[in-house]
């Protein structure tokens, strides 16, 4: 009980924000990241995406689009998120960056999960006898589909909360878990 949750995604703005909206509403503490170079979100054409800073507020991001075509970013469900996003937290964050030690960090892609697996062996382990969880729960990048993993995580995060042992029970949690929905995961111990 008690455990400290990351979740991660590319750029901290959609499925890793989802999760972490949903683990709020839980009262589960999270921290929510991207593993990107920079925020990158959709923009006029697929050659043209909007790109920001790690740290770039949410506000910030959503007036540069609401200034650029409010149309387009309402009806694409940009503006909707980033609304969202800046009620939960000031900016994205990127987890190589983070000093935060965690418990359990759940990334949203394959690539996330090898961005941070890269990270967590470079950084070394700063209390040997501290065990961190990742796990991948694979999300598509859209909005339909983010709030589904979000739903998904925050089962997944309650089932750990309420595990008497995890770092004993969590293949057995996850192996149940992915039985019943369907859903495969990808787990590492660092």
Do not use: W
């Amino acid at each position: 009980m008690g455990h400290t949750f990351a979740v991660v995604c590319a750029s901290n703005q959609n499925r890793s924000m989802e999760a972490h909206c949903a683990l709020n509403k839980l009262g589960i503490p999270v921290h929510s990241f991207g593993t990107g170079t920079a925020v990158r979100l959709p923009g006029p054409a697929i050659d043209k995406p909007n790109i920001y800073s790690f740290g770039t507020p949410y506000d910030d991001i959503y007036n540069d689009l609401v200034t650029k075509d409010p149309l387009l970013y309402t009806q694409n469900g940009l503006l909707q998120m980033l609304d969202r996003n800046r009620k939960i937290k000031r900016a994205p964050e990127r987890f190589q960056e983070s000093a935060i030690d965690f418990d359990i960090v759940i990334t949203c892609e394959e690539r996330c999960f090898d961005a941070v697996c890269e990270d967590l062996l470079t950084r070394g382990t700063p209390n040997p006898s501290r065990i961190i969880h990742v796990i991948n729960v694979e999300i598509k990048d859209n909005h339909e589909e983010a709030a589904i993993g979000g739903q998904i995580i925050s089962q997944l995060a309650t089932k750990f909360e309420q595990s008497g042992d995890l770092d004993a029970e969590i293949e057995s949690i996850l192996t149940n878990f992915s039985k019943q929905g369907n859903k495969s995961f990808i787990h590492s111990v660092y």
